[in-house]
């Protein structure tokens, strides 16, 4: 069974940078859609970034277009969330996820994904 661990978060400051790993293990991710989501109390989980099984497509919430960058190396099982110019509403606990659909459509909700690691805190804070 696919288990994803996600790393690299920690605490830095407003405009620093941050590059988050999401690790497999159990199964290969190639054939998988794979994203990132971040969560903050009281608040539900919201989609971040998504990527396709090729690496081919991508997709990103307005919110961090321009800044975030996600990227795969199927041949690691590894997929990667480079965070440039971080602003503290990025602050929150950020998760990976498998999309169970075959079909790519680009981010969606966190109701079109399972096998979800156990997350790392991103906290930007000066």
């Known amino acids: 069974q696919l288990q994803l661990v996600e790393s690299g978060g920690g605490l830095v400051q407003p405009g620093g940078s941050l590059r988050l790993s999401c690790t497999a293990s159990?199964?290969?991710?190639?054939?998988?859609?794979i994203a990132w989501f971040r969560q903050t109390p009281g608040k539900e989980r919201e989609g971040v970034a998504a990527?396709?099984?090729?690496?081919?497509?991508?997709s990103y919430d307005d919110s961090v277009k321009g800044r975030f960058t996600i990227s795969r190396d199927n041949v690691k099982n590894t997929v990667y969330l480079q965070m440039n110019s971080l602003k503290p509403e990025d602050t929150g606990i950020y998760f990976c996820?498998?999309?169970?659909?075959?079909?790519?459509?680009?981010?969606?909700?966190?109701?079109?994904?399972?096998?979800w690691g156990q997350g790392t805190q991103v906290t930007v804070s000066s």
């Open positions: 996820a498998r999309d169970w659909r075959d079909t790519w459509r680009g981010l969606g909700s966190a109701a079109n994904y399972i096998y």
């Open positions: 990527i396709i099984s090729s690496g081919l497509m991508t």
């Open positions: 159990g199964a290969t991710i190639a054939p998988y859609h």
